[in-house]
């Protein structure tokens, strides 16, 4: 792989890539607190007094924003390429992504299902368009060898500012139902009732606030693009030049086949982050409380499973740090949806059904716990590598457009997931039953990407 020095530069100064690494950091409370370990299972087993119909509806959730982002990411990224900077744009979804979380405080029990469902469509959409823009950054701010290094432990950072509100939330907000008290022995903060579902509630104004302080570094430290076409003529432009980059494609196999590769196996990674907390949630009737100490858990593990592909990353490559997360990742999720009380591995192993009484009190959410694990392992590296993947691929003038095109690899399809275990849980009646549509996602994108080369395509001067 040859590339063009000059066209590389200029280089970021520390503080500009640390600058461009908390962005992951503002970002991922959002996907912690909200679409996985509180406000999701929050809506499937609290805000409706049904959790198989809750589940169902948020998979069409997943459903709806999943369309929105494949139809326009790829345009998005285009115009990004067109219009150079890529500030603006982020700022613009900022603003949409701050004020829907912080209506998620409305949604009340009892309340409308379809207003808080509409402000997680328009939060994940521009969540989603965001990173767009910012994954498009990277290929001008890092040098290529160092992108899986710096991907990873920007990924990890990531984690550690979900934790962080995940802990924050467990500790000093949500009370154990049983005791009334948080997880450190107090009276939740502000007096927040429970009951009334204001421990899960108040995760979207929390989020919303992290993520408006923690992305001004960006803005102020990261170096843009100098400024392209004015908006109306970048968006004409972007049009047309993805097109242009969907005809290219097929002079570029590599890149076309790993991007179907991630667009398969990617389904499933999405799925089981968005529904494991609501599975757990309907089949173990954890709360909030519960549901925290697990996110806790989980995100100390994927902080390690990133420290530690940032190194596996650079001596062996994106693709093989890919492909591991993959099969671990396809284990994880045997191991999760062929638990539940009493059993697991499908019953081939029963389990003790007695209840210590003691937090995850069960042999089976203990063992619920041990395969999250994996999860935990394996999700942070699956998608940092896979963006260092694309990152050593293409050319930095190209990048937004790309990045673009591996927006929509991620979200083409991935209504199918969501959609597939909606389906399934509908008309089976069992949650678990509907989760097993995952295993073929992760299974069919991880074959495809074996026969993917590594880089995905020669990236000339």
């Given at each position: 792989?040859?590339i ?19 962005f992951?950091w503002?970002?991922?409370p ?5 679409t ?83 402000m997680?469509v ?39 500012g ?12 949500a009370?154990?139902?049983?005791t ?8 939740p903060l ?12 108040i ?15 960006m ?13 109306a ?9 993805l097109?242009?980059a ?8 590599g ?6 590769a991630?667009?398969i ?16 949630a ?11 100490i697990y996110?806790?858990?989980?995100n100390?593990v994927a ?20 492909v ?8 994880a999720?045997?191991?999760i949806?062929s ?12 389990l003790p ?9 069960t ?18 590296p ?6 260092s993947?694309?990152a ?13 095109l591996?927006?929509?690899?991620g ?8 959609l597939?275990?909606?389906?399934l849980?509908?008309a ?12 073929a ?14 880089p995905a ?5």
């Amino acid at each position: 792989m040859t590339i063009a020095t000059e066209s590389r530069e200029p280089r970021a100064s520390r503080l500009g890539i640390a600058g461009w690494m908390l962005f992951d950091w503002a970002a991922q409370p959002f996907f912690t607190v909200i679409t996985t370990f509180i406000f999701g299972p929050y809506l499937v087993s609290r805000l409706t007094t049904d959790p198989v119909a809750g589940q169902a509806a948020w998979s069409y959730t997943l459903t709806v924003a999943g369309i929105a982002i494949a139809l326009l990411a790829p345009v998005m990224g285009s115009i990004a390429d067109a219009s150079g900077a890529r500030k603006p744009w982020i700022a613009a979804f900022a603003v949409v992504k701050i004020l829907s979380l912080s209506a998620l405080w409305l949604a009340v029990p009892g309340s409308s299902l379809a207003f808080a469902m509409a402000m997680i469509v328009l939060a994940t959409v521009a969540a989603e368009f965001s990173i767009v823009f910012n994954d498009s950054m990277m290929p001008r701010l890092v040098r290529p060898e160092d992108t899986g290094r710096i991907s990873n432990i920007a990924w990890g950072l990531g984690y550690l500012g979900g934790m962080i509100v995940l802990i924050a939330v467990v500790a000093l907000l949500a009370a154990n139902p049983e005791t009334g008290k948080t997880a450190i022995g107090i009276a939740p903060l502000f007096g927040l009732d429970s009951a009334a579902g204001e421990d899960a509630r108040i995760t979207g104004p929390i989020s919303a606030l992290w993520y408006f302080v923690f992305i001004l570094p960006m803005f102020f430290f990261t170096p843009d693009q100098s400024r392209g076409l004015p908006i109306a003529a970048a968006i004409r432009t972007g049009f047309a030049d993805l097109s242009t980059a969907l005809r290219d494609l097929r002079k570029k196999p590599g890149i076309l086949r790993f991007l179907i590769a991630r667009m398969i196996y990617q389904d499933g990674v999405n799925g089981l982050l968005a529904l494991g907390g609501t599975f757990a949630a309907g089949m173990f009737a954890w709360q909030t409380f519960e549901l925290g100490i697990y996110g806790i858990i989980l995100n100390v593990v994927a902080i390690g499973g990133c420290l530690y592909a940032s190194r596996l990353d650079r001596r062996l490559g994106s693709k093989a740090v890919v492909v591991m997360s993959l099969l671990c990742l396809t284990v994880a999720t045997v191991g999760i949806v062929s638990t539940g009380p009493g059993f697991t591995l499908f019953g081939l192993i029963p389990l003790p059904t007695a209840d210590s009484g003691s937090l995850f009190g069960t042999v089976a959410e203990k063992a619920y716990i041990l395969y999250g694990l994996l999860v935990g392992l394996a999700f942070g590296p699956v998608q940092a590598s896979a963006r260092s993947y694309l990152a050593q691929s293409v050319h930095p003038n190209e990048a937004g457009r790309y990045f673009g095109l591996y927006a929509l690899s991620g979200r083409a399809t991935s209504f199918l997931a969501p959609l597939s275990v909606g389906i399934l849980t509908t008309a089976t009646g069992s949650a678990r039953l509907g989760m097993m549509a995952l295993i073929a996602f992760l299974v069919a994108g991880f074959l495809l990407l074996l026969r993917t080369p590594y880089p995905a395509a020669k990236v000339e001067a």
